[in-house]
Structures are given as structure tokens and as C-alpha cells.
């Protein structure tokens, strides 16, 4: 029986000067660069928390990239309303065109 879920490879990756092998299922470069991300942000805070461990730095680091989760799902729920009302409004104004061609 064949399985229908894609086969993972394993990525090699380095975040805080630790090598990570992560299983992916999908583009071996999405990975990577969302580990140079996560990299980047994690030495930008160890930067600016010379005395902080790596603990306290990943802590820090997944705040920082839920809060900005948080603020995207804000934006994009924003941004269906605003569809939804167009929408809306687009399905009025097509009744009033066929109400006055309909005359």
C-alpha cells in the first residue's frame, strides 16, 4: 500500500552556531531560508543580550515571530472583511443595474 504523504529529506541547517537536520517535506531552500531567518533574528537578539542563553533567546525570538503572526492574522482578517463588504457592495449595485434595465 502506497503512502500519498511526501517522502521528507533530511536539511541541513545552522541556527546559533548549532547544526540542526531537519525532515522536509517540501523545497529543501524554503527550509533553509526560513532557518537563516529564524538565525538572523536569533542573533540579533543574542546581539542586543550579550549575557542571555540560548533558552532565553529562542523564548524571545518565538514572541517576537507570534506577535508578528498575531499582527499578519489581524491584517488579514481585515483585509476579508473589506473583500466581504465589497462584495457586498458589488452584488447591490449589480441588482440595482438589473432593477433599472428590468424598467
Do not use: F, W
Not at 504523504?5 to 529543501?28: C, F, H, M, N, W
Not at 543574542?46 to 524571545?60: E, F, G, H, Q, Y
Not at 508578528?68 to 440595482?96: T, Y
Amino acid at each position: 500500500m502506497e503512502s500519498s504523504a511526501p517522502e521528507k529529506q533530511p536539511v541541513r541547517v545552522t541556527i546559533l552556531s548549532r547544526p540542526y537536520t531537519l525532515l522536509a517535506s517540501g523545497d529543501p531552500r524554503e527550509v533553509e531560508e526560513v532557518a537563516a531567518s529564524v538565525n538572523d533574528l536569533m542573533l540579533s537578539i543574542a546581539s542586543k543580550s550579550p549575557n542571555a542563553d540560548s533558552t532565553r533567546i529562542a523564548v524571545l525570538a518565538c514572541m517576537h515571530l507570534a506577535d508578528r503572526l498575531r499582527a499578519l492574522e489581524r491584517e488579514l482578517n481585515q483585509m476579508k472583511e473589506q473583500s466581504g463588504r465589497k462584495s457586498e457592495l458589488a452584488e447591490q449595485v449589480e441588482q440595482l443595474l438589473a432593477a433599472v434595465e428590468g424598467r
